[in-house]
């Protein structure tokens, strides 16, 4: 944990790292990274910008996946991203069904919470990459600023930064904030 609150990048999974699924990633062979994010996550680990991925798994708390499947899925996905010259600072998942109305479903802040005392964050310096409108309501909720993956064209609120991938927010994150003294996590 770094000495001072460093800002961070907050990272949707689904949407923004691998190609949503209408049924849900169940294994690796469904899993698909989407072009530039590898190269993404490596700039950004130039950049010494902690990434911390928050995702809401349903599929698990519906039986659709295990918990040791998303943990598989997670673990390669993870050396992909070593393997390629980025890094993941840490995963927070929340694994419950939607209607179990759990404190850590995004868009609930809980997880952001949480990755902020375990790894040192400076929530309001952060921002949070997501491709939905709970995205955007989990970030701000946890006093980040939200970033969209908006590859739809579709109109947002004025204060929400659009973007077509992954790609350009890292370029947006670098003039937004240029983390130093970062300590490895």
Known sequence: MADRPVPAVFLDRDGVINRRRPDHDKNWDEFEFLPGVLRALAELRAMNAPVVVITNQGAVGRGLISADQLRDIHCRML????????HVSAIY???????????????KPALFHQASRDLGIDLPRSVMIGDSPTDVEAGRAAGCRPILVNDSGAPVDADVLA?????EAARIWRTLSVPAGVASC
């Open 79 to 86: 050396r992909a991203i070593e393997a390629a010259g980025g």
């Open 93 to 107: 998942t929340c694994p419950h069904a939607p209607a179990d109305g759990c404190a850590c479903r995004k868009p």
């Open 163 to 167: 973007v077509n991938d992954l790609v």
